[in-house]
C-alpha cells in the first residue's frame, strides 16, 4: 500500500497524516480494527483452543459465541480495518489497491483452507455455523 502510494502520487486525495481526517479517522479505525481482532483472539483464549492460523487442525473447539456470532474472521476483518487505517492516514487512493488484494489471497490462501479443515472437525455443526455467519461481516 505504501508503495502504491508512493507510485501514484497523482492519487493523493489529501497530505498524508493530515489532522483531523487522516491522522484522527486513521487512528480510530485502525483502532476499531485491532479491538475486533482482539476480540476474536479473547474468544479462543476462553475456548481454550489455539489462535495460530497455520494449525487449524489443533482446534479443540469450535467457537460461535461473542464477535463470532457476527463474523467467522474477526481476527481477519480486524487486520483488514487496520490496513483501512493505514490507507486512511497515506492519504492516496492508490493505496486502496491493496484492500482487495487482501482480501482476495487472504480469502484463497488461509480461510478457505481454514474452512475445509473446521468442516472436517466439525462437521455439522460447522456447516450449520457457516451457513448463519457470514465469512466477513
Known sequence: MWALARAFPV?????QGAWPFGLGAALGIALAGGLIALAGAWQFHRAR???????PHK????????????????????????????????????ALLGLPLFVVLLDTLQIKPEERVLRQRFGEAYARYAARVRRWV
Open 11 to 15: 492519487a493523493q486525495l489529501w497530505p
Open 49 to 55: 483452543t489455539t489462535v495460530n492460523p497455520l494449525s
Open 59 to 94: 482446534a479443540s473447539a469450535l467457537v460461535t459465541g461473542g464477535i463470532y456470532r457476527i463474523t467467522r474472521n474477526p481476527m481477519y476483518l480486524g487486520m483488514g480495518l487496520v490496513l483501512v487505517g493505514w490507507a486512511v492516514w497515506l492519504g492516496n487512493a492508490a
